[in-house]
């Protein structure tokens, strides 16, 4: 349960700091307006594009991983959607299709999320493996792409700079917990010191 708010903390931050840092475009999303007793408010619509394996040896994590994103989507647009800078206001839609746990299947689907769904942001497949794939496409085609179901360090590796990781690289893994385990064994030999 702690590791799913952590992941969810985790893309919320992301998606924030992603589009605090950058004003709404003409391109990708629709685009409405409202009007308050102040003024009027730009209401702006982000498709969030990616596959999920439901079918296919993935199926029970990749289902997770759709919940938890469907989860933050609701939520935030309950909440009235994310405020910019400039005043607008950015909601969330999602367009996915089934990747059948399969590579050449997610490089395919999201090709077609590029180019012809225009999403405006990617989150990853689930595992390492169909992220990677999933990563080429969309550095080839300049969307920014949040692995949340990958750890493997080799995509990274590869220098990609669209591509954002959510979990902490597998290579380190226990480095906070060994971190932690040094600290309070210093902590332990201070006690018996004294």
């Known amino acids: 349960m702690k590791s799913r708010l952590a992941l969810v903390l985790t893309v919320v931050m992301l998606f924030s700091l992603l589009l605090s840092a950058c004003a709404p475009s ?12 102040t003024a009027p408010v730009k209401s702006v619509e982000a498709v969030i594009g990616f596959t999920a394996s439901q079918s296919g040896s993935l199926n ?9 994103l469907n989860l933050w989507m609701k939520q935030v647009n309950d909440a009235g959607g994310i405020k910019l800078k400039d005043g607008s206001v950015v909601k ?4 996915f299709y089934d990747d059948e746990s399969n590579k050449d299947r997610v490089q395919e689907l999201y090709t077609r999320l590029a180019t012809e ?17 999933a990563a080429v496409i969309a550095e080839q085609y300049g969307k920014i792409m949040i692995t949340t179901g990958a750890a493997s360090d080799s995509t990274y590796k590869k220098g990609y700079t669209l591509v954002y990781q959510a979990y902490t690289p597998a290579s380190k893994y226990l480095t906070g917990a060994a971190d932690l385990d040094s600290r309070f064994a210093n902590k332990l030999i201070f006690i018996s010191q004294k």
């Open 26 to 37: 003409g391109g990708g999303g629709q685009e409405t307006s409202t009007t308050s007793d």
């Open 60 to 68: 029970v994590e990749s289902t997770r991983q759709t919940n938890g």
């Open 92 to 95: 969330f839609t999602s367009k």
């Open 117 to 133: 769904d225009n999403a405006n942001f990617m989150i990853s497949p689930y595992s390492s493996g169909l992220a990677d794939a």
